[in-house]
């Protein structure tokens, strides 16, 4: 297949546009989707975790041989979106001579694709970054959009920055690999996408929720095209998200942090985010927004893929911590409520009263 029939999206960004490719032994071909995609480059830095590294580091090497490929491994999950892990990371760069004109290559969960973008964002004022995110998650989220980002104690991702790739290589064979949690944790996202802006991607989760599960590469590829192309144009419309329009990516979030927080993160992010878009639906029926069959609906596909629906802490617990939320401002809590399935949600103010009156 030539690369351009893998090419699910485009990011239309003026100068700063990019392409999103998805499918099959992407990987292996990394090498020439650089080349194409990618002019002058003078070599390049794959920023890995350990356990990708186990899996793909060598696959990946060889497909950039061209290129002088450096190796950086960084820790596991969010222990690589630390300040110091960042720094340790530029010092990396710096010793295997990448120049302006070289490219970072982020080869991980969504972990190392924030660390590492965070880095290439800064490094040199700035170098190019090429995602190539091999967890679901990564994949039909956090790749594309160019946010970046590293975790203060205070909380996540305090500091970061806009850095758009110059290229997103979704190779969806890596997925086979991937822990049944975590591919579960990133079927919670597809079917946000679904509730948010794709009736036909939802209907496609319900009847193939089977497959998705066992991690069937066409149903993996076919869901992963669908997403990236929602988030291309969230994207677009709103790149920095200033203006409202990506806020609807966060439905099931508000609680959902909540929940991951309260948890102490043994509850994964997407099976919060399942937790907390039941809450918001819940929230929506009773505010006239949804109809009840659609909150059903989503109760039942939650289930079949395995993913909680009911939170596990009372809106006493919840509460406090949805007003720390980022989207909060001045004390009151706004939340994306959906209005149907596949069709777009609206973003409201929403009083405890009616937290608690859907939720208690
Ligand atoms: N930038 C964004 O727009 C954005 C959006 C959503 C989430 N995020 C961030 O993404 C992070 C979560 O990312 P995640 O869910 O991908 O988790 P993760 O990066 O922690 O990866 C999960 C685990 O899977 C392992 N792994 C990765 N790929 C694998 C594979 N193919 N086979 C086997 N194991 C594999 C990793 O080593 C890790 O242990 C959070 O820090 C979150 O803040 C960023
Ligand atoms: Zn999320």
């Not at 239309?12 to 090498?31: A, C, D, F, I, T």
């Not at 669908?226 to 709103?238: F, L, P």
Request: hydrophobic letters at 40%; glycine letters at 12%; one cysteine or more.
């Amino acid at each position: 297949m030539s690369l351009e029939a893998m090419r699910a999206a485009t990011v239309h960004l003026g100068g700063r546009s990019y392409p999103v490719l998805v499918g099959g032994g992407l990987l292996g071909r990394l090498g020439e989707a650089i080349d194409e995609h990618l002019s002058d480059v003078t070599g390049c830095v794959v920023v890995t975790s350990p356990s990708v590294e186990k899996l793909y580091g060598g696959r990946a090497i060889t497909a950039l041989e061209a290129l002088s490929p450096g190796l950086v491994v960084v820790p596991d999950g969010e222990e690589a979106k630390t300040w110091g892990e960042a720094g340790k990371l530029l010092g990396d760069l710096i010793k295997h001579g990448l120049d302006r004109r070289g490219v970072v290559v982020a080869l991980g969960g969504g972990s190392v694709g924030d660390s590492a973008g965070f880095a290439a964002s800064i490094y040199m004022r700035g170098v190019r970054v090429v995602q190539v995110p091999t967890t679901l998650l990564g994949q039909v989220d956090s790749g594309v959009g160019g946010k970046t980002a590293v975790n203060h104690p205070a909380g996540k991702n305090l500091m970061g920055s806009f850095h758009q790739p110059g290229l997103v290589a979704c190779d969806t064979g890596l997925l086979a690999t991937l822990p049944k949690r975590e591919l579960r944790s990133g079927l919670a996202e597809v079917a946000k996408y679904g509730v948010i802006s794709d009736a036909i991607l939802y209907r496609g989760v319900e009847v193939e929720a089977e497959k998705l599960l066992s991690a069937d590469a066409d149903a993996l590829r076919w869901v992963v095209t669908r997403c990236v192309t929602a988030k291309a144009r969230y994207v677009e419309a709103d790149e920095r998200d200033e203006k409202g329009i990506r806020a609807a990516l966060n439905y099931g979030h508000t609680v959902g942090h909540a929940v991951e927080t309260l948890s102490d993160h043994t509850i994964r992010h997407g099976e919060a985010v399942a937790i907390g878009m039941i809450a918001a639906s819940r929230i929506a029926v009773n505010l006239g927004l949804l109809k009840q069959p659609d909150l059903e609906r989503q109760i039942t596909l939650l289930e079949a893929l395995e993913l909680p629906a009911e939170s596990p802490y009372g809106v006493d617990e919840v509460l406090p911590l949805m007003r720390r939320d980022k989207k909060a401002e001045h004390g009151s809590i706004r939340l994306v409520l959906p209005t149907g399935i596949g069709t777009e949600p609206e973003v409201r103010v929403v009083s405890e009263a009616e937290i608690r009156g859907a939720l208690a």
